[in-house]
């Protein structure tokens, strides 16, 4: 039998980049892949920090399940159904914005071009701030805002107009919103793509601050960082800032590709009915499944998991730092941890030392320096324990 890799060669296109190019899964379960040569895997990737109730969760599985036998898809625009409202209603009460409102999407990239839409529309003005190293996706708009590595952009310009990517640096931001008319400025509160990097609480202070004095909307783009991940909903919690609209994606189904927008019913009633919209944005099924999600995450405590859990590992990690220099910095918030290297060819060799050894993790930043450290939330602490055994091991074979 041929391995998929090479099946794949002939008829799946090159422009994909592949952490681990001949890796192949049959099957996830919990914090597990199986993989085709039979071994067990530890997934401290979470589908890229997707499967926060880990791999194929019963109770979004039945509610899948349950949903495709009543109803595949109808589109919002042609009726109302159950789970797009229900799980409108259920976000409601979760997200940072008081008497929120949400359009629903397929990804995050999506989600970021109906936030600037929305932005452009509702203010009335052309320009859009964006912070130097960021990710926002790969859509023309999101693309525009993205510059965590260059590589994205090359070969598309021109991109968008009326974009200012913005050192992060606050006199420097006050400079472009003081002087052109800007709809949104448009931040992840911690770097995802960008190398796990969070700003400073008094930055994210300040953006709020600028952005209210110069009447711009603030758009948090936490389509990785939210969700639970770092022990709250979402990271903007933990320093007490309300954005003007949330973006919301990749752990919000468990694996079932949705995205959304919150923002409030104030500012949603100046988008108008029409100026936006999609044939299966908040698929049925998506939406049973993100409600799912959210249940579970309610009902088996996965936030507090996340912080309990996070501050676990970063203790171990911050012992092993100590043991194995060559670990520069340890950064992030709950389960959103960014192990730097500083180094691209020490972390290459550890990450594929780590999935020799039956732990998948995957890295980041622009020269992929870092190692992200993102286990589902329902992880538990022999499993980071298994993990960071695996981990050590790698690092004392660097
Ligand atoms: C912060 C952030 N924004 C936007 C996106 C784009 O999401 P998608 O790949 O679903 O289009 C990502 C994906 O990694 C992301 O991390």
């Known amino acids: 039998m041929k391995k998929l890799y090479e099946r794949g060669k002939l008829v799946v296109s090159p422009v994909l980049s592949r952490y681990f190019p001949?890796?192949?899964?049959?099957?996830?379960?919990?914090?597990?892949?199986?993989?085709?040569?039979?071994?067990?895997?530890?997934d401290f990737s979470a589908g890229i920090a997707v499967c926060s109730t880990g791999h194929c969760h019963a109770r979004v599985v039945a509610a899948a399940k349950k949903q495709l036998g009543n109803?595949?898809?109808?589109?919002?625009?042609?009726?109302?159904?159950?789970?797009?409202?229900?799980l409108a209603e259920k976000l409601n009460k979760?997200?940072?914005?008081k008497n929120a409102q949400f359009f629903f999407c397929?990804?995050?990239?999506?989600?970021?071009?109906?936030?600037?839409k929305l932005a452009?529309?509702?203010?009335?003005?052309?320009?859009?701030?964006?912070?130097?190293?960021?990710?926002?996706?790969?859509?023309?708009g999101a693309l525009s805002l993205t510059t965590s590595k260059m590589k994205y952009r090359d070969g598309y310009e021109p991109l968008v107009p009326n974009v200012y990517i913005a050192e992060p640096d606050l006199t420097v931001i006050e400079g472009i919103l003081k002087n052109n008319e800007i709809a949104g400025l448009i931040f992840e509160p911690i770097l995802g793509e960008g190398g796990y990097v969070p700003y400073p609480p008094e930055f994210i202070l300040g953006l709020r601050q600028l952005t209210e004095k110069y009447g711009v909307l603030l758009i948090a783009d936490e389509i990785q960082s939210g969700m639970g991940r770092t022990g709250k909903w979402f990271v903007l919690e933990h320093f007490d800032v309300t954005p003007d609209i949330l973006c919301i994606s990749k752990a919000l189904a468990s694996g079932f590709p949705l995205g959304a927008i919150a923002a409030s019913a104030e500012l949603m009633s100046r988008w108008s009915p029409g100026s936006h919209g999609g044939t299966f944005g908040g698929n049925p099924v998506c939406c049973a499944a993100a409600?799912?999600?959210?249940?579970?995450m309610q009902k088996e405590k996965l936030l507090q998991n996340a912080r309990q859990l996070g501050s676990y590992s970063k203790k171990k990690l911050a012992q092993l730092q100590k043991k194995h220099p060559i670990i520069k910095d340890?950064?992030?918030?709950?389960?959103?941890?960014?192990?730097?290297?500083?180094?691209?060819?020490?972390?290459r060799k550890i990450i594929d030392l780590c999935l020799q050894n039956g732990l998948v993790i995957i890295?980041?930043?622009?020269?992929?320096?870092?190692?992200?450290f993102i286990p589902p939330l329902i992880v538990k602490k022999q499993q980071i324990d298994q993990a960071l055994k695996i981990f050590e091991l790698a690092l004392k074979n660097v």
């Open 120 to 140: 452009r529309y509702s203010t009335k003005k052309p320009g859009l701030v964006a912070l130097k190293g960021s990710f926002h996706g790969r859509t023309f």
């Open 363 to 372: 890295p980041t930043g622009a020269d992929g320096t870092v190692i992200r």
């Open 94 to 97: 979760i997200v940072p914005i």
């Open 330 to 347: 340890i950064r992030g918030l709950g389960l959103m941890i960014g192990i730097d290297f500083k180094d691209s060819a020490a972390a």
């Open 22 to 42: 001949e890796f192949e899964v049959k099957k996830g379960s919990g914090c597990y892949l199986f993989g085709t040569d039979n071994k067990k895997y530890l």
């Open 291 to 296: 409600i799912a999600t959210v249940d579970v």
């Open 71 to 86: 109803l595949i898809h109808i589109c919002i625009g042609v009726a109302n159904y159950d789970s797009y409202i229900t």
């Open 106 to 116: 397929q990804s995050g990239s999506e989600a970021v071009e109906a936030a600037i």
